[in-house]
Nanobody, 125 residues
Framework: QVQLVESGGGSVQTGGSLRLSCAAS????????MAWFRQAPGKEREGVAA????????YTATSVKGRFTISQDTAKKTLFLQMNSLKPEDTATYYC??????????????????WGQGTQVTVSS
């Protein structure tokens, strides 16, 4: 089992920045991918960015490319999402996820079997 705990959410104005963290514990050696998803009210959960934990290769969704950066600190078993130039449309609950599958589509929810409880990000205009 893997436990994930997010932190770092909050309220900012348009153009501001936030850094989300996700602390992982448990049998983390069993995971290959970690990712950030977000879900706004009334919308489907969407993948924002993902990282292959074994070599730190990353994938970032087009909607946030150039503004959001995913990274990891393997020693501290922590995943990060640096969010810059935030827009009101970035408002959502952000979830950290981990997958014990090696071959997945990194920003689709189906193969992620561990999830955090979510952290709220609100961007005001």
């Amino acid at each position: 089992q893997v436990q994930l705990v997010e932190s770092g959410g909050g309220s900012v104005q348009t153009g501001g920045s936030l850094r989300l963290s996700c602390a992982a514990s448990g049998y983390t050696d069993s995971t290959y991918w970690m990712a950030w998803f977000r879900q706004a009210p009334g919308k489907e959960r969407e993948g924002v960015a993902a990282i292959y934990t074994r070599d730190s290769n990353t994938y970032t969704a087009t909607s946030v490319k150039g503004r959001f950066t995913i990274s990891q600190d393997t020693a501290k078993k922590t995943l990060f999402l640096q969010m810059n130039s935030l827009k009101p449309e970035d408002t959502a609950t952000y979830y950290c996820a981990a997958s014990s599958s090696r071959a997945i589509v990194p920003t689709r929810t189906e193969r992620y079997n561990y999830w955090g409880q979510g952290t709220q990000v609100t961007v005001s205009s």
